[in-house]
């Protein structure tokens, strides 16, 4: 028995058999057409009076429609993997970050983020004219005093004191640390530091306090 796609016009034989009785459904290889088949006539057997056609095409003979056929998503579908990766490392970022400022509050977490300065609620101010003087030996040394005070309702650790020493131009010449007067300062309390550095270059012009570790106020 031959087939002839209604679309394409490509044939195929297939048994005699694989229509059937009713009739069936089938579906072309070639341009992927269905179309409706109708039961065919068994013809009677005749003897063959020409040769055998010019070869054409090797044709794949069709495969019957199945009655579901299952349904894949497309493949564009797929890509969406990616995002909803991405989706769920800044969920998970996001989370992490709310659960740090729960624990340690909102300052120290934009801190350790890089988000802000870590700069010390205290205040720090020098309260004498620096004191040049000579010392045994010929040594010129250079005395600094201040002040240190917190101003926050709260008790706050006390870091060491640095002395910057500038020229004219505003550039730094010379610098020492001064160890810190108290470990910690109560609520409104404050303390007095005093600090010395010996042979200080003589380009210096004027001194600048602050806490070590931290940029200047």
């Known amino acids: ?12 034989d297939v048994p005699d058999g694989a229509i059937g009785a009713n009739g069936r459904k089938v579906r072309c290889r070639a341009c992927g057409t269905s179309w409706f088949e109708p039961p065919h006539a ?16 090797e044709a ?44 340690f509050g909102p300052g120290p977490v934009a801190t350790r ?9 205290l205040g720090i101010a020098i309260t004498k004219q620096p004191d040049w003087r000579m010392i045994a030996g010929g040594s010129q040394l250079f005395a600094v005093s201040g002040r240190i005070w917190n101003p926050t309702s709260d008790s706050q650790p006390v870091p060491d004191i640095r002395a910057e020493l500038k020229d004219a131009h505003g550039k730094t010449v010379y610098a020492w640390t001064i160890a810190r007067p ?12 005093d600090g010395a550095a010996v042979d200080v270059p003589a380009s210096s012009t004027n001194v600048s306090v602050s806490f ?6």
């Open 1 to 12: 028995m031959q087939l002839t796609c209604p679309s394409c016009a490509a044939t195929y």
């Open 42 to 57: 068994p013809a009677a057997p005749v003897a063959p009076l020409t040769p055998p056609p010019i070869s054409q095409p």
């Open 60 to 103: 794949v003979a069709p495969v019957p429609e199945p009655a579901d056929e299952p349904v894949f998503p497309p493949r564009r579908r797929r890509r969406a993997l990616p995002w909803i990766l991405l989706l769920l490392a800044v969920l998970a970022v996001g989370l992490g970050v709310t659960a740090a400022i729960l624990a």
């Open 113 to 121: 983020l890089g988000l802000k300065e870590d700069r010390v609620p």
């Open 182 to 193: 108290t470990p910690r300062l109560g609520p409104g309390a404050s303390a007095t530091f």
């Open 212 to 217: 070590a570790g931290t940029d200047a106020p």
